[in-house]
T-cell receptor, first 114, second 116 residues
């Protein structure tokens, strides 16, 4: 079975501060992990993905995430927040478990204060 | 530019009516998906199709129906049997329809359905 937990439904940071959005996963098979961003009334956009290559993955808009197998984590970070980063972020896991399955986390809304 | 087009963006339905949400892609992707999004619940899979003329139920298929007659199109019908249809509906596609999603999804911009 697979599951995804995003710690914190809301995160607030000041402009220029570090962004850290937490994602922990559970998977009985090697996982493929994704981060998506959603702006209000829009669809989701893929930020980055981990598919068993380098454990530190760089994505669009200056975001990156590190796969830590020992901690079953895939946290999303950005060194310096911009106002335009305010959105909702979703972590997702996919893996072969005898059938199709991609599981999304419940999402974390990021607020950026001026 | 390639992408996914969902229409309409907003849809209002009276109780007891069926409505159909459109999803069209020009990415030449094999697989297409419908998700439902409710506040605080993330995305839940309604139906998916790995190839033309084939589709499978997801986690919350009751009260919904789909068809996949063309590679580019995957319309979703919300029937009167769906007891709580008010939600944001997202269509997505991916290049492969295999058991593992290696590429991630391309999403449409969504349709917000409200029952009045």
């Amino acid at each position: 079975a697979q599951s995804v937990t995003q710690l914190g439904s809301h995160v607030s940071v000041s402009e220029g501060a570090l962004v850290l959005l937490r994602c922990n996963y559970s998977s009985s098979v090697p996982p493929y992990l994704f981060w998506y961003v959603q702006y209000p009334n829009q669809g989701l956009q893929l930020l980055l993905k981990y598919t068993s290559a380098a454990t530190l993955v760089k994505g669009i808009n200056g975001f990156e995430a590190e796969f830590k197998k020992s901690e079953t984590s895939f946290h999303l970070t950005k060194p310096s927040a911009h106002m335009r980063d305010a959105a909702e972020y979703f972590c997702a896991v996919s893996g072969y478990t005898g059938g199709f399955k991609t599981i999304f986390g419940a999402g974390t809304r990021l607020f950026v204060k001026a | 530019d390639g992408g996914i087009t969902q229409s309409p963006k907003y849809l209002f339905r009276k109780e007891g009516q069926n409505v159909t949400l459109s999803c069209e892609q020009n990415l030449n992707h094999d697989a297409m998906y419908w998700y439902r999004q409710d506040p605080g619940q993330g995305l839940r899979l309604i139906y998916y199709s790995q190839i033309v003329n084939d589709f499978q139920k997801g986690d919350i298929a009751e009260g919904y129906s789909v068809s996949r007659e063309k590679k580019e199109s995957f319309p979703l019908t919300v029937t009167s049997a769906q007891k709580n249809p008010t939600a944001f509906y997202l269509c997505a596609s991916s290049p492969n329809g295999g058991s593992v999603n290696l590429y991630g999804y391309t999403f449409g911009s969504g349709t917000r359905l409200t029952v009045v």
